[in-house]
């Protein structure tokens, strides 16, 4: 009955095209609600944006930039905006519905947003990146506020980013708006605890799916893709527990050791222009190599469909947890499951990040600041509540994690768009 949009193409494998297949997979679950499912399929409002600047050789250069507010139902917009040059629309499509369904699952009062802009930060001056943020924020300020729409970190995005989008919003609008944008630095109504938020989560998630699996975090071998603010951080809290990380690749290469990396060590030249190769405590082997490596736990931590069919018939891993947006393509996730593999979906797993930017602008808004253990404490809890009730869901209809997901929170989304009802 509905017209199919125009301005998207997606085939099977992209990002919007696996996730309109992971709304497909739950429509069955959705009883009457099913009637308004087609409202996940399609972006509430999607902003196009040209983000001219001055580069420091004095050349006019033009980025695109986007916004897309995939669904408002439960609340304001919310997700992060990233910076990488394979931006496209129908990728922060994706991540802007990808965003609907996490805020839903861990029942935060949010609806879904994404933005980014088609660029290579690292060609970037520093003076540069700060043109770019803010003529991108100045531009979308048309559709983004505290209590519409709130941006926060993503790919390639960090604190000093959401510093000069504050700044730039509360320009525009007078005043000093911290809650316009989450992931800020402490002293700019940042909140402790949100920069390792998002491995905190994938950690929380990833040891109760163990535990329900009878699967011992001591000794448990680790293999981990993108060795950002997400799987650098899951790692180090995995060791703690008594793991060991065999594996790591990020955009410099892959190197592996059977007895385990040293993070102490590895850490700090991953974050120099070295990268992980540059670490000499392990051996260096070819990228796609990296899917054969034996190990316990696999974490995708970069970017979307990594995990592809041919990779899934390949991992020796018995658990995978998804702390990149989107890693897995749906018929990996099919070949996963056949072959006993338990996959964690990113809307629970990497949903640490989201629900501490929900602690960042309650304190924001309330002008009282929470202590570490609080914060730490409270994301805790709602990870392993919103865990447990999803492998419930799975239990009961004996379908994956990820249909689950998408059955608690589209209920929960489908519900208020049911009880808003229809404008006009
Ligand atoms: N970019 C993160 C995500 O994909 C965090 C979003 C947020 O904190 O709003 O979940």
Same mark, same amino acid.
């Not at 902003?47 to 916004?67: K, N, T």
């Not at 989008?165 to 911290?178: A, E, H, Q, R, V």
């Not at 800020?184 to 940042?190: I, V």
């Not at 309330?366 to 600041?369: D, E, R, T």
């Given at each position: ?73 439960r609340g304001p917009?919310k997700g ?19 965003m609907?369904?996490k805020t839903?699952?861990v029942n935060l009062p949010y609806?879904?947003?994404?933005? #980014?802009?088609? /660029?290579? @930060?690292?060609? %970037?001056?520093?003076?540069? *990146?700060?043109? $770019?943020? &803010? ?15 709130i941006?926060a ?26 809650g316009?944008?989450t992931g ?7 909140s402790?605890g949100r920069?390792?938020a998002?491995?905190?989560g ?50 410099? #290469?892959?190197? /592996?050791? @059977?007895?385990? %990396?040293?993070?102490?060590? *590895?850490?700090? $030249?991953? &974050? ?79 949903a640490g990040g989201v629900t501490v930017s929900y602690f960042e602008w309650v304190q924001d808004f309330?002008?009282?600041?929470w202590?570490?253990?609080?914060i730490?404490?409270r994301l805790?809890?709602i ?42």
């Open positions: 009955m509905s017209e199919k949009l125009s301005f998207v193409n997606p085939t099977a494998n992209s990002p919007w095209g696996t996730y309109l297949q992971q709304v497909d997979r739950v429509i069955p679950y959705l009883g009457d609600l099913a009637r308004w499912a087609e409202t996940l399929k399609r972006p509430k409002r999607a902003l196009i944006v040209d983000v001219p600047i001055e580069m420091d050789d004095g050349r006019i250069a033009h980025y695109e930039g986007y916004r897309v507010q995939h669904n408002m139902s917009g992060g905006v990233r910076f990488h040059p394979d931006v496209t629309l129908e990728e922060v499509m994706a991540l802007s519905a990808w609907t369904v839903a699952a609806g879904g947003a994404k933005g #980014g802009i088609r /660029v290579d @930060p690292k060609k %970037l001056s520093q003076k540069e *990146l700060e043109k $770019i943020t &803010r003529r991108y924020t100045s531009e979308i300020g048309i559709i983004i506020g505290p209590h519409t729409d941006p970190p993503d790919v390639n995005t960090n604190g000093q980013i959401m510093a000069w989008m504050m700044d730039t919003y509360s320009m525009n609008t007078g005043g000093t708006s911290t316009v944008v800020k630095p402490l002293h700019l109504g940042g402790l920069v390792k998002t491995g905190r994938v950690f929380v998630t990833g040891r109760e799916a163990a535990r329900r699996l009878g699967l011992d975090l001591r000794g448990a071998r680790i293999a981990v893709q993108g060795f950002g603010n997400v799987g650098s951080v899951a790692a180090e809290l995995f060791v703690e527990a008594g793991a060991k990380v065999v594996a790591v690749q990020d955009h410099t #290469g892959t190197i /592996v050791n @059977p007895d385990g %990396l040293d993070l102490n060590t *590895l850490i700090p $030249i991953s &974050r120099t222009p070295a990268g992980a190769a540059g670490f000499e405590g392990g051996d260096k082997i070819p990228n796609e190599q990296f899917w054969d490596v034996p190990c316990d736990i696999l974490i995708p931590a970069a970017l979307e469909g990594q995990i592809t069919a041919e990779r899934a018939r390949k991992t020796a891993a018995r658990l995978v947890l998804e702390g990149a947006n989107g890693p897995t393509v749906p018929e990996a996730d099919d070949i996963l499951a056949e072959r006993g593999v338990l996959v964690v979906p990113d809307v629970i797993c990497n309330s002008s009282f600041f202590d570490e253990d609080e730490n404490v805790d809890r990870m392993m509540n919103a865990l447990h009730q999803i492998w419930d869901t799975a239990d009961k209809h004996k379908i994956s994690l990820r249909t689950a997901t998408y059955a608690v929170a589209c209920e929960r989304i489908l519900m208020a768009r049911q009880e808003r009802g229809l404008y006009p």
